[in-house]
C-alpha cells in the first residue's frame, strides 16, 4: 500500500538558459492510497512534468517526494527500486514496445527487477489478463497488434511489475472510443481488484467523471482544485477560468437550473442525473 | 537537453562574418583551407595564423567556444605530431636511441603540422558552423552545386536529404528521450554495467527509434507527394540568398591571403616542410 505526498515541490526547464520556463511552481499535494486520483490539467499546466516526479524520472529542483513517508530521493542510486514501486505508463507508450513477442515484451520490467523465471511467468500471464490480452496474442509480435491491442500490451508490461502505484499519462489518448472504453474500464478493474492506488492524468473530463474516485485540477504548473468530482465539477466556474471544461451532463444540470429545474450542481455522470431526476419531477 | 548536444552550435550575432552569404562562405572556407595547405614556412603560417586570429575578432564570438571545438582532437592532434616527431630525418641530430631518433626538423615539422590541423579546424567550425545556420549552409552548398544539375547529379535532391535531416535531428533527439524514460521506467539500466551489458541495454531504445523513424519518414513522404512535390524544377525559394559589398570584400582579402602566402613561400624559404 502506498501513499505519494509531494511537498513545496518546484521545477525548472533549461535553467539557466534563455529558455529557462518554470513547469512545476511549488507544489503540494497528496495522491491517497487505494483509489483512483485523476490528474487533470489544460496542456502546459505541468501534469506529465508532475508525472515524471513521481517515480523519479526527473528530479526536483527544491521540494520532495514522500513514498510511504519516504523521501525517495534520499539514495539516489536506490531510484530504480521507486521505479519497480511506482509504475509509469508513459503517453503513447506502444511506441515504447520493442521485443520480438509480446509475451517477452511484457517480461521485460519482471526481468530487469531480478524476478526469476517462474515468477516472471506468472506475473506476465497475470498482467496480460488484467490487460485484456488474450493468450494467442502473448506469441505474436508486438508491431502486428492493433493500436488499442499495443496499447494494452504496454499497460501489461508496467502492471507486470506489480507496482504499488500505477500511473498513466493520458491513457485512453489518440484512440476510438470503444478502446478508450475498454481500456479505462480495465484500469478500474485492475484497481478494485488489487486494492492498489491508480493516478491518471487526462484533459477528457467525461472519462475523469466516470472513473475517478478523486481529482486533482492542475493549472499553471501547481493544483488548484483538489476533491470527489462532485466537488470538482460543481466549481464550474473555476475550471472554465483555468481553460478547462465540465462533463456534458453537467452543464446540462446547470441549463435545468436556469430553467428553474434544480436537480444539483455537483451532477456528473448520466447515471448520478438519472437517479437524481425521479425526485425532482416529483415535487 | 537540447542544449548539451554538441551539433550545429550556431551562435546567434548580427556581426560581419554572420551576415556573410552562407555561398560565400563555403567559398572563403575552401580558399582558406587551400591557402593552409600552400604554407610552406614559418612567416606563411604567421600570415594564416594572423588570418585566423583576424576572424575570430570579426565574428564576436567567445575564443573559449573555439578552443572547446578543438577538444575532441587533442588525441588526433598528439598521435600526429609524435609520428612526426619520431618520423622526419634531418641534419641536426638531438637524441639517439638504437633505430629511434629525433631530429630539429622533426620537431619542427610536428610542430607546423599542428598548428596546421588547429587553424584548419577552428577556422571551418567558426565560419561554417558557429556563424551559420544549418539551413543557411545547405541552401548556399545547394545553390553552388546547382552547376552540377547540369551533367545530371540530383544537387536539390541531394541538399533536401540534408535538409531534411538536419529537421529532424531535434525531433529525433525528443524521441529517444521519450523511449528511454519509458525504458527506465520499467527499470531499464543504461549507465551501469560492463560494456556489453550497457551494449544490449540500448537494443530497447534502438528498436523503437527506428520503427519511429521509418514511421516518420514515410508520413513525411505521403505529404509531400499529397502536395505534389516534385522537386527542383521551377521551384522558387522562400529565402533568396543575396550576396553584398561585404562578400565581395571579404573575399578579395581572402585572394590576397593566398597570394600572399605564394610570395611568401618564393621569397623567404625559412623552413620548409616536407609533406
Given at each position: 500500500m502506498a501513499e505519494i505526498v509531494i511537498k513545496d515541490l518546484t521545477y525548472v526547464y533549461g535553467?539557466?538558459?534563455?529558455?529557462?520556463?518554470?513547469?512545476?511552481?511549488n507544489v503540494t499535494v497528496t495522491f491517497k492510497d487505494n483509489m483512483i486520483t485523476g490528474l487533470i490539467g489544460h496542456t502546459g499546466s505541468g501534469k506529465s512534468t508532475l508525472v515524471q516526479m513521481l517515480n523519479g524520472l526527473l528530479r526536483p529542483d527544491s521540494g520532495e517526494v514522500f513514498l510511504d513517508g519516504k523521501?525517495?530521493?534520499?539514495e539516489p542510486k536506490e531510484i530504480s527500486k521507486v521505479r519497480f514501486k511506482v509504475g509509469l505508463v508513459m503517453q503513447?507508450?506502444?511506441?515504447q514496445l520493442f521485443d520480438e513477442t509480446v509475451r517477452r515484451d511484457i517480461a521485460f520490467g519482471p526481468g530487469n527487477m531480478g524476478m526469476k523465471p517462474d515468477e516472471i511467468e506468472k506475473a506476465v500471464e497475470e498482467a496480460a489478463r488484467f490487460a485484456g490480452?488474450?493468450?494467442?496474442?502473448?506469441?505474436?509480435?508486438?508491431?502486428?497488434?492493433s493500436g488499442g491491442q499495443k496499447r494494452r500490451a504496454a499497460l501489461a508490461g508496467v502492471i507486470a511489475m506489480h507496482p504499488e502505484v500505477l500511473v498513466l499519462d493520458e491513457?485512453?489518448?489518440?484512440?476510438?472510443p470503444g478502446a478508450r472504453r475498454e481500456i479505462l474500464q480495465r484500469i478500474r478493474d485492475y484497481q478494485r481488484e488489487s486494492g492498489k492506488s491508480v493516478i491518471i492524468v487526462s484533459h477528457s473530463m467525461e472519462d475523469m467523471a466516470m472513473y475517478c474516485d478523486r481529482v486533482v485540477v492542475m493549472a499553471n504548473g501547481a493544483p488548484v482544485i483538489e476533491g470527489t468530482p462532485a466537488e470538482v465539477f460543481s466549481r464550474a466556474e473555476e475550471l472554465y477560468s483555468v481553460g478547462l471544461d465540465v462533463p456534458e451532463v453537467t452543464k446540462v444540470a446547470r441549463a435545468l437550473r436556469d430553467c428553474?429545474?434544480?436537480?444539483?450542481?455537483?451532477?456528473?455522470t448520466v447515471k448520478f442525473a438519472a437517479s437524481r431526476l425521479p425526485g425532482v419531477i416529483e415535487q | 537537453m537540447k542544449n548539451s548536444i554538441a551539433f550545429g552550435q550556431y551562435c546567434e550575432g548580427s556581426s560581419f562574418l554572420h551576415k556573410l552569404d552562407p555561398r560565400w562562405k563555403l567559398v572563403l572556407a575552401v580558399l582558406y583551407i587551400v591557402t593552409i595547405f600552400l604554407c610552406k614556412n614559418v612567416f606563411s603560417f604567421v600570415l594564416v595564423g594572423v588570418t585566423a586570429v583576424g576572424l575570430v575578432l570579426l565574428s564576436e564570438i567567445k575564443p573559449v567556444l573555439i578552443l572547446r571545438s578543438l577538444k575532441p582532437l587533442i588525441m588526433i592532434i598528439c598521435i600526429t605530431a609524435v609520428i612526426n616527431i619520431f618520423w622526419l630525418k634531418g641534419e641536426t641530430l638531438l637524441w639517439q636511441f638504437g633505430p629511434v631518433s629525433i631530429y630539429l626538423e622533426g620537431i619542427f615539422n610536428a610542430l607546423l603540422i599542428v598548428v596546421r590541423v588547429v587553424l584548419l579546424v577552428a577556422v571551418t567550425t567558426l565560419v561554417?558552423?558557429?556563424?551559420?545556420?544549418p539551413i543557411a549552409l545547405t541552401d548556399g552548398l545547394e545553390q553552388l552545386l546547382a552547376p552540377l544539375a547540369r551533367i545530371k547529379l540530383p544537387v536539390h535532391e541531394f541538399s533536401m536529404m540534408m535538409t531534411i535531416a538536419l529537421r529532424f535531428i531535434p525531433t529525433l533527439l525528443e524521441e529517444t528521450e521519450k523511449i528511454m524514460n519509458a525504458q527506465r521506467a520499467r527499470g531499464?539500466?543504461?549507465?551501469?554495467?560492463s560494456l556489453a551489458k550497457r551494449a544490449k541495454a540500448l537494443v530497447p531504445i534502438l528498436i523503437p527509434l527506428f520503427i519511429s523513424a521509418f514511421r516518420r519518414a514515410e508520413e513525411l513522404a505521403i505529404a509531400m507527394e499529397c502536395r505534389c512535390y516534385t522537386g527542383g524544377e521551377g521551384r522558387t525559394r522562400m529565402n533568396v540568398l543575396h550576396s553584398s559589398y561585404r562578400d565581395v570584400v571579404a573575399v578579395l582579402v581572402m585572394v590576397a591571403i593566398l597570394a600572399g602566402v605564394l610570395v611568401i613561400n618564393r621569397f623567404a624559404p625559412g623552413y620548409s616542410i616536407s609533406m
Open positions: 535553467k539557466g538558459t534563455p529558455y529557462e520556463m518554470k513547469a512545476l511552481d523521501n525517495i530521493w534520499d503513447y507508450p506502444e511506441y490480452l488474450k493468450p494467442h496474442l502473448l506469441e505474436k509480435s508486438p508491431f502486428d497488434l491513457p485512453a489518448a489518440g484512440l476510438d428553474g429545474v434544480d436537480i444539483g450542481l455537483d451532477i456528473y | 561554417l558552423t558557429y556563424t551559420t545556420t531499464a539500466d543504461f549507465s551501469t554495467g
